[in-house]
C-alpha cells in the first residue's frame, strides 16, 4: 500500500469526535448534568399498535444496525472487485468498530431505556450509546467516502447531501419518538458512529476531505482552458479487467485533471491489439505519458512497445497474478496505482527480449516459462479464474501432473552448450511469485542480468524435493534444481513445447533466446517520501533508492 500522510483536518476531525464522545459519555453516565435535560425531552408516549407507533416500529427495523452495517459489508465486496482495496478496508473497519463499540459500551454502562418506551424489537437492551444511531451516522460517511473516491457527478453528491441530512434526522427522530432512547443516547451514538468512520478512512488510507466550500456541497470545480504546452497521457486499459470502466475514467479523468494534464488519450485494447499498436499509437501522439491499466498481459504488451523509448510508463495492476506490481512493491489499490503513476518518480528497469524460432523478438517484464507451467497457465479455464482467483491454477495442475519432461540443449552467455531432462525452465526478470514464493530469489528488475531456472525431477521423489526447495529457499544449486544468472540464454528442445510470458500462454516453440535489455523501461515507481508497504522484498538492487522502504 502506498500511503499519504493523513491530512491535518482529517486528523482534527477525527481527534475532536473521538475527544466529543469520551467527554459526552463522562457528562451522561459520570454526571447528574444531562439527566433532567433528557427528562425534560422525552417524547410524548406513543401506542404500539396505533398508526404512528406501527409505521415508527416499521421504519425502526428497516434501519437496524445489522441491516445497515450489513449492507456496508456488502458494497465493501463491491469495492474490492473494482479495485478499490483501500475503500473496502475502510468499509469493513467501519461496520466493525460501528457495530462492536456501542455493543461493548452499552455492557459497561448499562444505562435503562426510558420506561414509557413502545416495546418492540428494536428497544431492547441497554440504552448508551443508540446502535441505530451509530450504524446509520456512520453509513452516511462511507457513503459519502463511496461517492467522492468514485468521483460521481456534482449534482449526485448535492442530492446526497440532503438526503444523508435527513436520513440522519430521521432515524433520530424516530429513535426519540419510540422513546427508545433518551437524547444523549441518540447524541453519542451519533459521535460514536461519525468517529469509527473517521478512524476507518484515516487507517485505510481513503482521502475525501473536501478542498474548499465548492466541493463541500457537490459542485464541480470549473476546469481551467487547456493549454497547448499541458502534458498529456494515454490511458491503454483491458476492458475485461477494469471491471466498471464509467467510474475508472471518472476518476482518471480527475486526477488528470488537477494535475494539469490536458485532453486523455483512452486506448481500449482488444483480442486482434492486446496493447502493442496502442502503445505505438501513444508514443506517435507525442504524450508524455501512458498508463496501462489490466493484467500482466497487457503491461506486458505495452511495455514491449515502449522498451527503450524512454516514455515514464504507470501501472494499474487490474488483473488476477499482477506479478510485476507485486514484485515491485506498486500498489493494487486504484486510487494508489493512480498516485504513483502521476506523482511518482522514474525508474529504468530491464526487460527481457525473447526471440521464438528466429521470429521477431518481443519483451516481457516478469517471467517466462516452457515446459509444464506454460500447460498449466494455457489450461487454466477462463471463468473459474475470475469467480475464485488465483486458486484455478491448481485445478489446470492437477491435469497436468504427468506432463513428460522435455529434453533441452541450454546455452549461457554464448559459452558451452549443456543438456537436461527438464520438467520446466523459467527465466525471470524478477524473482517472486504470488504469496511471495521465491522462485528466483537473486532476480532483480534493474540489475542488467536474467535468471534461469531449469527444474529436472527424474522421479515423484525429486518432484516433493523440488517443490520443498522453491518454498524454503535452500541452496540455489541444489539437485533437482540449476539456477543461473546470466545475461543471454538460449534454449533448443527436441519436442515441440509451450510457452509463457507473464502469465499468459503464448504459443509453442523449439528454439528460444532470451536476453536482458538492461534499464529499457521507464517505469513510475513511488517517491521515497510515500510510505509504501512492498508486496515482494528485494524486488530492485536497492529498494530504499526505488521508494520501497517503510
Known sequence: MVRQPPSRRGLLITGALVLAFVVWSVLVNGTD???????????????????????????????????????????????????????????????ALSGLVPMVLRRIVQRERPEQLVDIMTTTGWAYPSGHMAAISTAVVMVTAILTVTRQPGSVRRWWAVGRALLVLAVAVNRWALSAHWV???VGGLLVGGASAAIALIVADVHVLPRDWRELVGLDAKPRPAE???????????????????????????????????????????????????????????????????????????????????????VVAAGTGNLLARNLGLPLDETDALRVALD????????????????????????????????????????????????????????????????????????????????????????????????????????????????????WRDKVSLTAKVLTRQDRNAAPIDRITARKVEITIADVEEYQ???DTIGSCRKVVFEVVPGALALQMPNKTQRVGAQMPEALSDPAAAGMAD
Not at 428497516?62 to 478496508?89: D, E, F, K, Q
Not at 486499459?237 to 480527475?254: G, H, L, S
Not at 485494447?269 to 497487457?298: F, H, M, N, W
Not at 519432461?405 to 523459467?426: E, H, N, S, W
Request: contains cysteine.
Open 228 to 314: 497547448p504546452d499541458d502534458p498529456r497521457c494515454a490511458v491503454i486499459y483491458n476492458p475485461a479487467k477494469v471491471i466498471d470502466w464509467a467510474t475508472f475514467r471518472r476518476v482518471v479523468d480527475f486526477e488528470l485533471a488537477n494535475r494539469g494534464y490536458r485532453r486523455t488519450l483512452w486506448l481500449e485494447t482488444s483480442i486482434e491489439d492486446p496493447g502493442r499498436g496502442l502503445a505505438r499509437q501513444a508514443l506517435d501522439a507525442k504524450v508524455d505519458l501512458v498508463i496501462a491499466a489490466g493484467g500482466d498481459g497487457t503491461v506486458r504488451t505495452v511495455s514491449s512497445e515502449l522498451a527503450g523509448s524512454g516514455m515514464p510508463f504507470g
Open 33 to 95: 448534568l444531562i439527566a433532567p435535560v433528557d427528562r425534560r425531552l422525552l417524547a410524548p408516549p406513543v401506542g404500539v399498535l396505533s398508526r404512528t407507533g406501527q409505521v415508527l416500529a416499521t421504519f425502526a427495523m428497516i434501519t437496524t444496525p445489522w441491516l445497515v452495517l450489513g449492507a456496508l459489508l456488502v458494497v465493501s465486496i463491491w469495492a474490492a472487485r473494482r479495485r478499490m482495496r483501500n475503500l473496502a478496508v475502510a468499509l469493513v473497519l467501519a461496520t
Open 344 to 459: 511518482g518518480h522514474t525508474t529504468a528497469i530491464d526487460l527481457v527480449r525473447i526471440t521464438v524460432d528466429d521470429g521477431e523478438p518481443e519483451h516481457f517484464a516478469v517471467m517466462a516459462g516452457v515446459g509444464i507451467d506454460a500447460a498449466i497457465l494455457g489450461g487454466t479455464d477462463d471463468n473459474l479464474k475470475r469467480t475464485v482467483g488465483s486458486a484455478a491454477y491448481f485445478v489446470s495442475a492437477a491435469q497436468h501432473v504427468n506432463h513428460p519432461p522435455m529434453q533441452a540443449r541450454i546455452r549461457v552467455d554464448d559459452g558451452k552448450t549443456f543438456t537436461r531432462r527438464a520438467l520446466v525452465m523459467v527465466v525471470g526478470n524478477v524473482g517472486f511469485l504470488q504469496g511471495g514464493i521465491p522462485l528466483l530469489p537473486e532476480a532483480r528488475a534493474d540489475d542488467g542480468l536474467l535468471d534461469l531456472l531449469i527444474a529436472s525431477p527424474k522421479n
Open 501 to 503: 510470458l507473464d502469465g
Open 184 to 186: 444523549s443516547d441518540i
